[in-house]
């Protein structure tokens, strides 16, 4: 096990310092500096300039600084409001954006579990086709095309809630759902085929056999069992959810972490892309490190090795 | 007792019947055949990929309009009849037209992504796979290490460095970590393949490591392979829509779904709704056709696998 971990510890160090690395010479490949603008300075003002943000060193020398910076999580400042570093930006929207998306992975697993199970339960009869009729919509209809819709009536057209905004709790409902629903049918769908694999075992006939009231053998023994497979999709499911919430922040004028992403993309504003690139790139890579780990833990019987199993 | 002696005489040997196939063989592709007509859904996927293609090399032809040319004058946000089918956008541009010009785009971003994922994976997890220990131990330490990063966010971040939106940047953005799936898969397989007897024997008889791979390795992954494209085909798909939607794909006058999409947002607001219905209808059933198709395909391709 702890062989596993470190495994995946440096496989995960391996990964961060690729992207970073990535992203430098990105960023350094891209022609003219950030000064390069239409305003003519004086050469003096712009190799002040250069010089306080460390421009004026060589390659390798940037790279050095860059690497330490990102270590101690300083991830450079706006071209477009210099007054306001990355770090800024990520503490005004990062919160916002962790909690939509928490709502969102939240109301994907309980509601993808719980549609999953009744389907399975119900195999073959109407919750069955309901839920294979949401199914099939969660896969084919992408976030972005179901939040207009969403906005349109249930917002303008019925008035049950608010079109676009936050802090209220209301205003949340719509661009969780519309995150959400992709994952909802993908965690149902394999809820629901995990659950028909497990009711066929020798321990759910027995936990019958010895008189175990129906619901009980399906929470207690099936549901429990079932849902280990719902845990390896965890990590692709937040990685979904994170970057449809660029587009439903903007969608909804949310203003979370994914409206600067995108208005960054919108002006080209290279370090702020950067910076957020690398925030969200280690965030998911964590992400995936603990989805891993839970893995191992919940299901005993997987032996964690380094080596891909299937 | 009851039983007559004659009873217990051996039948005698009909060696010519013996030899009569009953029945026509059916090679590997005749069975999946077989077994893909008999899944409804599957059959639903076919048509509707093979109706998309046919509508998106025809659909541009069937209005006398062109997916760039306006009509400020007369013709803006005109809603759907007779004289354009699915309506006119706020430049006055044929909807109809340009959502099967989107077609066109979508289809060739899919299918292009998936072949070159292909190229490249087989190669890739092919030799990986074929040669084994260290080389193998190396190249898939490398798949690994892609494939801890975030696909659409490296997507995103060659696209904006890229600074020239297009097919072609599309196209290299998503393919440069799209390949590791196809490479993981073919590794595994050609893995657990190179043991069995009949490469041994190809071996044998002097079959060269060329003709080994290409005649008898590959051959034999072809099945996951092809349910792996099938997949990859919407991945790319809604990639380009995505990308396209948030400014960084295929652009103006050029007509994407992703652009449509994003271009008529605020038009939901109003009333001119066929500008989102149209080319989020037909993202969506491209989607959900090319996944029935690749359902049915798995099931059809990997007959174990079912349930």
Redesign the interface.
Known sequence: MLHFIGRRVV??L??LW??AT??FV??K??PGDPFTSEKKYPPQTIANLKAQYGLDKSIPEQYVTYLKNLVTFDLGFSINNTSRTVNDMLSDGFPISAELGGYSVFLALCAGVLMGSVAALWQGRLPDYAMMILA?IG????S??LA??L??YLG?EWRLLPLAGWGKPEQIILPASALALGQVALIARLMR?SM??VVTQDYIRTARAKGLPPWRVVSRHTIRNAIIPVVTIMGPAI?AV??GS??IEK?FSIPGMGKYF?ES??N?D?PV??GT?IF??SF??LM?LIVDLMYGWIDPRIKVSGR?G? | MGIPAQRFEPSPKRQAAMEVLSRPSVTYWQDVWRRLRKNRLAIVGLIGVALLILMAIIGPYLQDYSYYEQNLATGKNLPPSGEHLFGTDDLGRDVFVRVWYGARISLIVGFSAALIDLVIGVLWGGFAGFKGGRIDEFMMRIVDVLWGLPYLLIVILILVVMNDPGLIPILIALTITGWLNMARLVRGQILQLKEQEFVLAAQTLGASTRRLMFKHLIPNVMGPIIVMITFTVPTAIFAEAFLSFLGLGIQAPFASWGTMISDSLIVILMDDWWRLFFPAFFLSMTLLVFNFLGDGLRDALDPKMRK
């Open positions: 496989l995960m391996l990964s690729v992207i990535l992203t990105l960023m490949s891209i099939v896969i084919s209809v992408p972005f095309v207009p819709f906005q349109k303008l085929s028909l694999d990685a994170l970057t660029f587009v969608i995108v993309i919108t080209r290279y892309i950067m690139t969200y790139a998911l890579i995936n891909e299937s």
